[in-house]
């Protein structure tokens, strides 16, 4: 049987990638190349995710705090980008290694192809041993459609690469039971086999200063790397030299375990990669079948609103009277067309509608049921 490569992500956070006076670390840039060149040989796969665009950008422009104008931010992204690779390939040449950037915006996750697009490029950059050093185009993306920070955007890789690991290297040692900068009795958890809403509010508030993830957005990246069958550990980047031990022995920082059940990958794609343009509500009866996992397709008849507007094909949440999360999937209608026909039983939408249509709004095979409740929190 052919041998398997393992697959790791290693996401740096900005806070990391800048000394106290906010320039660049170079140390510890040395230290991952050379780190990384000492992995490549060992046949694991690398991807690199790398914030530090703007503070850098920022650096440059000598600006002492992020510009509340969205083009001055986002020209500060470029500014920054360019710097970034510039140091990471003085470092990479110093070990031989050979980096490729790849800038990414939401819409690639969101649309299914463009997504496998991506998988096949970095494949082809696996196997001529080319490190993908991925970033967020921070320097065209607006808030509305951004994925934001490159927490999730890390987690956000590790289903299309199938990756064993994803490696969050911050300013902190790891998930704590309190914030260790206020309370002294913190203690440092070693592992979460599961993500429930205790784990949330063991995750403080410790956003650090430059980044723009603080621990929750590490903990949603843990519900979307673990429940791809990725392992995810959280870390401090002073350990970067120690990368060997945490990928094999998993002894630094929070290791959060992979879930059993792992969620398919097409599941997976609907559930955490697509945004919700919209809302249906639906009646108890639908609740209660959806809530039993049941995989029905979603009738007229069970609706009892619509809220936002958007097209058929579009991908929308279907939740209950109070406002859970229960579903989401494909719409075969419009908004507009829900509307009109909501409430009605199929026979009835035959002799009003002015043009056939399909009979559900949602159909089975485009809808998965949320099963955890928790992914509710993440899900737009
Ligand atoms: N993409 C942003 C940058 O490079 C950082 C996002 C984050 O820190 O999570 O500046």
Redesign the pocket.
């Known amino acids: 049987m052919a041998k398997q490569t393992l697959k790791v992500v290693i996401k740096i ?2 806070s990391s990638l800048e000394d106290e006076q906010g320039y660049i670390n170079y140390n510890i840039i040395n230290r991952m190349m050379k780190t990384f060149s000492l992995l490549q040989k060992k046949d694991i796969d690398l991807v690199l995710v790398t ?5 850098l950008g920022m650096n440059e422009l000598h600006l002492s705090s992020k510009p509340k104008d969205m083009s001055l931010k986002q020209a500060c ?1 470029a500014l920054g980008q360019a710097k970034l690779m510039e140091v990471y390939n003085e470092f990479a040449a110093k070990y031989d290694l050979l980096l490729g950037q790849i800038l990414l915006s939401h819409d690639d996750f969101e649309k299914r192809n463009r997504m496998l697009y991506l998988q096949n490029t970095l494949k082809a950059m696996f196997e001529n041993n080319i490190i993908p050093v991925i ?2 185009n ?1 320097a065209l993306a607006v808030e509305e459609i951004k994925v934001g ?3 999730t955007l890390a987690s956000l890789i590790c289903p299309m690469i199938n990756a064993d690991l994803l490696i969050l290297f911050s300013d902190i040692d790891g998930l704590y039971t309190k914030n260790p900068k206020i309370y002294d009795d913190a203690t440092l958890i070693k592992v979460v086999n599961k993500i429930d809403d205790s784990i949330f509010e063991e995750a403080s508030s410790s956003t650090s200063k430059v ?3 603080g621990m929750e957005t590490k903990i949603n990246a843990a519900l979307i790397a673990t429940s791809c069958g990725s392992d995810m550990i959280i870390c401090n980047a002073k350990e970067i030299s120690s990368l060997e031990d945490i990928i094999f022995k998993k002894n630094i920082g929070t290791l959060f375990t992979k879930q059993n059940s792992v969620i398919p990958s097409k599941e997976h794609w609907l559930i955490f990669k697509t945004k919700g343009k919209g809302s249906i509500v639906v009646d108890e009866g639908v609740e209660e079948e959806l809530k039993k996992d049941t995989k029905i397709s979603i009738l007229p008849k069970g609706i009892l609103s619509v809220q936002g507007e958007f097209l058929k094909d579009d991908i929308i949440c279907i939740i209950s009277k109070e406002g859970e999360l229960l579903a989401k999937g494909k719409s075969s209608m419009s908004s507009f067309e829900i509307n009109f026909v909501k409430g009605l039983p199929s026979s009835k939408i035959k002799e009003i509608m002015p043009y056939p249509i399909r009979k559900e709004a949602v159909h089975a095979s485009n809808l998965v049921v949320i099963k955890e409740k928790i992914y509710g929190r993440i899900i737009k």
């Open positions: 956070g900005s914030s530090g665009a703007i503070a992204a970033n967020e921070d920070d490159n927490d980044g723009t993830g």
